[in-house]
């Protein structure tokens, strides 16, 4: 039988409750306002360049203008050239540029030590440092043309070998100006010392830089004549453009192409059956392959390609 509880008992007292501890308020860390850039419903904000890269105009060659007083100029333009900033060099390679353009008689003097400032600076890891000294090569060449050959340094020598290494790179702008000083210099010299020159890097180990400089070779071909030609040696320039026939890059093969058709041109300028000529030289100094490669090249119709082409397997059949 269960129990009733029994009304006038005393009460049990509750457990006493703990004490509130007073909470001592402390100033809250204010928030910091979310970044806009991090706001996916907005358009992520463009990087700005850092300072001093949008100041640096490339100013083409010809809105260039004379200068003032070139007199008083000449002296703080060299002295700038041993600039550290590169943005005062910047400057004083443009301003090298007006005196090659407009004044090339005051810089004269100076050009080996700007020839070598320009060599310099395209070694720097800055991009418009880099650009602002090959458009002063492209204006070097221009005014100076055969007479930078005549230097007692290797100034020419290192600038040549800059353009290549940089006309190969990957930089698109930068390497589109290289290509563009690479036909100043070729269009200002005389197609043979430059010739002498350019040879050596038509066999470099680099594959891009062995086409920039088949290009440079097929260029400064196209110019020359027959004694110029003679006295370079037909045999040597068509050994030249076997060489780059077999490159590996399509540039250079297309070079290869362009410099016998050149030689084939000057050497049967003044013959009336000219194809027999040329058939006739190539077969009398050249490896048979290589006569018929070459042979085909200058073909003039397709039927004929086709004929040699079946000629050509018909003589390794034999062999």
Not at 100 to 124: D, G, R, W, Y
Not at 285 to 309: D, N, R
């Amino acid at each position: 039988m269960a129990l009733r509880p029994i009304d006038n008992a005393l009460p049990v007292p509750p457990p006493e409750r703990p004490m509130k501890q007073l909470k001592v308020s402390t100033p809250a860390a204010q928030k910091q306002p979310e970044s806009k850039a991090n706001d996916e419903n907005m358009a992520p904000l463009q990087q700005q360049p850092p300072a001093g890269e949008a100041s640096i105009d490339y100013v083409p060659s010809e809105q260039l203008v004379a200068i003032d007083d070139p007199e008083s100029e000449i002296q703080r333009m060299v002295e700038g050239l041993d600039s550290k900033d590169w943005i005062m060099l910047c400057a004083s390679l443009n301003k090298a540029r007006q005196f090659a353009i407009f004044h090339s008689v005051l810089l004269l003097p100076n050009l080996e030590k700007a020839m070598s400032v320009v060599v310099k600076s395209m070694k720097n890891p800055r991009s418009a440092l880099i650009k602002t000294s090959i458009m002063a090569s492209s204006d070097i060449f221009s005014a100076y043309g055969d007479k930078l050959l005549d230097s007692t340094t290797d100034a020419f020598d290192s600038l040549l070998l800059q353009l290549l290494l940089k006309a190969s790179q990957d930089k698109k702008f930068v390497c589109e100006e290289a290509d563009r000083a690479l036909g100043a210099m070729v269009k200002s010299m005389t197609p043979l010392p430059l010739l002498q020159k350019l040879k050596g890097y038509g066999s470099h180990h680099n594959l891009r830089v062995r086409a920039k400089a088949a290009v440079s070779i097929s260029t400064a071909v196209s110019k020359m004549g027959m004694e110029e030609m003679k006295e370079f040696g037909f045999v040597p320039l068509a050994e030249m453009a076997i060489r780059l026939l077999n490159d590996k890059l399509p540039e250079a093969r297309e070079a290869a192409r362009n410099i016998v058709v050149s030689v084939y041109e000057v050497y049967t300028r003044d013959e009336e059956q000219k194809q027999e000529i040329w058939q006739s030289f190539c077969e009398s100094y050249l490896a048979p392959v290589h006569a018929q490669s070459l042979i085909k090249i200058t073909a003039g119709s397709p039927k004929s390609l086709l004929v040699q082409e079946m000629t050509a397997q018909d003589f390794h059949c034999l062999q």
